[in-house]
């Protein structure tokens, strides 16, 4: 029987703010609980056989939030990469991170530095943070790279295919997700993995991120088990 269960589940985890709202409680407040979610949903995908798990967690539009927003994300990051290690020893959970990380202060690179590094051989799951991340940064970054290497002679032009492309992007060994899911009712990529979504099902969901759990997730995956996937080709 053809594996309906998705290797690589990309998430949107959107709608913090508003959850926080309608219960009438500052942003912030929303974005700790949406935080507590994604141990919640990453072994929930653990089990279901999932294998990657990517969370887009900070666009680099997101910058442009009130600064006091702003911080307090970056203090969640903080808190989450101190504790996220004990979940990885238990759950054999690989950490990542992708997006431009020189961008934020230093404290945060080398706690990022010291979580992959510590969870590098773990490999039930992998959970990428996407974290100062989009699309068009990081293929704009993968570009740079590129025609560097073009122009130090190490890479011919005439030979770069959508592989090498691939190969310059932040995690190319990750393959690309088979399921996205958007939570809290936008439907749209806001600048998340551009390259890597080309035949990914898309899945769109009201429910707020801090209310999203396994039971969420399932559906997602059930949902995506009926859908007939194609990849250009026919049936
Ligand atoms: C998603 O929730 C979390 C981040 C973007 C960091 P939002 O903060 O976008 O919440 P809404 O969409 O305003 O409700
Ligand atoms: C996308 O959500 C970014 C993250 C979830 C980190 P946003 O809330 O920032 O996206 P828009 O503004 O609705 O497109
Ligand atoms: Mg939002």
Redesign the pocket.
Known sequence: MENKIPTHVAII???????ARARGMP?TY??AE?ARRVADVTGAAGELGIKYVTVY???TE?WSRAEEEVGA?MKLFRSYLKTCTKDADENDMRIRVIGDRTRLDPDIQDAISRVEEHTRSYSRVTLTLAINYGGRDELTRAVKKLARDVRSGSLECDEVTPETIGSYLDAPDIPDPDLLIRT?G?QRISNFLLWQLAYTELYFTDV??PDFGAAELREAVEAYGNRDRRFGGVK
């Open positions: 985890m959107d709608g913090n703010g508003r959850w942003r929303g974005h949406g967690a900070f666009s997101n994300l809290c936008e707020a991120w």
